[in-house]
């Protein structure tokens, strides 16, 4: 089978899902593998370097998605580029059902087999090395502290120098899922004090391991939402960690928000008030700007300062970083493709037996199977 890798589309998109290390492996496996002139450009990846990695180039997109049996996508397709999929083909890449019902059936009646890397059942420790979900965030929290330390005008590390002492930066960071982890391993990287929060008390001893303090809400409530998520909090939770918030805004100097609950709108933790209350100089980051945002006063897309304070609300962090997060993603699509053609003999074969492989299923020969069954309990 030929796999086909366009070039992204969507404005500001910097990814691609491939790279050149990962087309020599697709190769091995069996396959042909074929990439638009220029889709790896904007993450350093060059025409030369795929051609060297065993791909051929398609001069523009309509020779790409013509030809291929599989394409491998970033972003949700676009109407005009489901109608360039070859009939019968494979799409695997970012999908969101839930929120594209219309591209649902646009792949449907193309008859189409589609594999949606969001719907991941992630609590398989199989299906972790797919995990593209993960390497994303991951990558997006590493960029989030150094926005901020872009930001900001001191050092984050303490040092004492002929020249004068240098406090370190205080650090707070705001969910400690993914993003929030990597962010805390970068900002103590970098030798800031940090601390973070989470209504999820579990992730207390990863923030702990990554060198980060865990701060408490003064107020019992279990935040488990059901499969690793959180869910919406009591007024009276809320309430005392507010308090807390407040407390923690006079504090620190960077603030970097990810709080997320999944189908609801993003958290509000940080208010205006206490904006007004931190250091002028001081720095948020908000990584649920897109979601509607964690702070009262951010702008999605863009940087503002009020009150003195830079408040960060990107939606692009990961393409920012677009070497590594297509070189990660492209590893995760990798591993997928492998458990897709066990036999190695360069043809895939979707096992809807096997629980992993059925989750990301949303598409099966034309036939909408999403959304999948629940797992069945280990
Ligand atoms: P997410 O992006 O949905 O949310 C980010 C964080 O915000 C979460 O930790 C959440 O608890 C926190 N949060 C939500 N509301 C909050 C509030 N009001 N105040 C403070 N914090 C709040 O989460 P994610 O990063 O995608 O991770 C979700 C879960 O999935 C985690 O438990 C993670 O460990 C788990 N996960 C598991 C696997 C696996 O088992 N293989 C792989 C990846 C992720």
Not at 6 to 26: H, M, N, Y
Not at 43 to 70: C, M, P, Q, R
Not at 160 to 165: E, F, P, Q, S, V
């Amino acid at each position: 089978q030929r796999i086909g890798v366009p070039r992204e589309i969507f404005p500001g998109e910097q990814r691609v899902a491939t790279s050149p290390e990962v087309v020599e492996k697709l190769v091995k496996l069996g396959f042909a593998v074929t990439v638009e002139s220029g889709a790896g450009a904007a993450a350093n990846f060059s025409d030369e370097a795929f051609l060297a990695a065993g791909a051929d180039i398609a001069a523009d997109a309509t020779a790409l998605w013509t030809k291929a049996d599989v394409v491998f996508k970033v972003r949700p397709p676009t109407p005009a580029e489901v109608s360039q999929l070859r009939e019968g083909a494979t799409l695997i890449g970012f999908v969101w059902p839930a929120q594209n019902p219309e591209l649902m059936q646009q792949l449907a009646a193309r008859k189409a087999t589609v594999l949606a890397i969001d719907c991941l059942p992630r609590t398989l420790s199989r299906a972790q090395k797919m995990d593209a979900l993960t390497s994303q965030a991951s990558v997006a929290g590493y960029r989030a502290v150094i926005e901020a330390a872009n930001a900001f005008g001191r050092f984050f590390n303490g040092q004492i120098t002929a020249a004068g002492k240098v406090p370190p930066a205080k650090v707070f960071i705001a969910g400690a899922g993914v993003a929030g982890l990597a962010a805390i391993g970068a900002a103590a990287g970098l030798g800031a004090i940090v601390r973070a929060n989470d209504t999820r008390a579990e992730v207390a001893d990863q923030v702990i391991s990554l060198g980060g303090e865990f701060v408490k809400v003064d107020y019992e409530e279990e935040g488990s939402g059901g499969g690793g998520y959180a869910k919406v909090m009591s007024e009276g939770f809320q309430a005392a960690q507010r308090a807390m918030y407040a407390q923690q805004a006079r504090e620190v100097d960077i603030i970097i928000t990810t709080a997320l609950i999944p189908g609801k709108p993003a958290p509000k933790l940080i208010t205006a008030e206490m904006v007004q209350s931190m250091k002028p100089g001081s720095v948020i980051v908000d990584m649920a700007a897109e979601q509607g945002g964690n702070c009262e006063l951010t702008e999605p897309g863009r940087a503002v300062v009020k009150h003195g304070v830079t408040i960060i609300g990107y939606t692009d962090l990961v393409s920012r970083l677009a070497k590594q997060s297509s070189s990660l993603y492209a590893t995760n699509l990798f591993r997928l493709t492998e458990e897709l053609c066990k036999a190695k003999d360069g043809v895939m074969h979707v096992n809807m037996e096997d629980d992993a492989i059925r989750g990301l299923t949303v598409v099966k020969d034309g036939t909408i199977t999403w959304p999948a069954p629940p797992l069945k309990a280990a």
